[in-house]
Nanobody, 124 residues
Framework: QVQLVESGGGLVQAGGSLGLSCARS????????MAWFRQAPGKEREFVAA????????YYADSVKGRFTISRDNAKSTMYLQMTSLKPEDTAVYYC?????????????????WGQGTQVTVSS
């Protein structure tokens, strides 16, 4: 069974940095297209960033472009999200997700594997 486990969330002041990790088990990590989504209280889950199987292509939401960096290490079966210049509006539960293809990568309903989420709180 595929498992995704996020780690690295926490509390940080505005302008600070935080790194998230997503470890995957259960099948070949390198065969999956991966992404980060987030969900704030009372809001829908939204796309943050995605990365191709090889890591050669990355995609970002406009709201995080230039501040967040997604990466992956297939040898370690782990995906990362480095977040800098954090803002209070970045506060949310962050989820990693996986699917087999890259179509409509920004749509949450296209992903069939999800982690349990990790809380990121940015104080002003």
């Amino acid at each position: 069974q595929v498992q995704l486990v996020e780690s690295g969330g926490g509390l940080v002041q505005a302008g600070g940095s935080l790194g998230l990790s997503c470890a995957r088990s259960g099948r070949t990590f390198g065969s999956s297209f991966m992404a980060w989504f987030r969900q704030a209280p009372g809001k829908e889950r939204e796309f943050v960033a995605a990365i191709s199987r090889s890591g050669s292509s990355t995609y970002y939401a406009d709201s995080v472009k230039g501040r967040f960096t997604i990466s992956r290490d297939n040898a370690k079966s782990t995906m990362y999200l480095q977040m800098t210049s954090l803002k209070p509006e970045d506060t949310a539960v962050y989820y990693c997700a996986a699917k087999m293809d890259s179509s409509d990568y920004y749509r949450a309903n296209g992903y069939n594997n999800w982690g349990q989420g990790t809380q990121v709180t940015v104080s002003s």
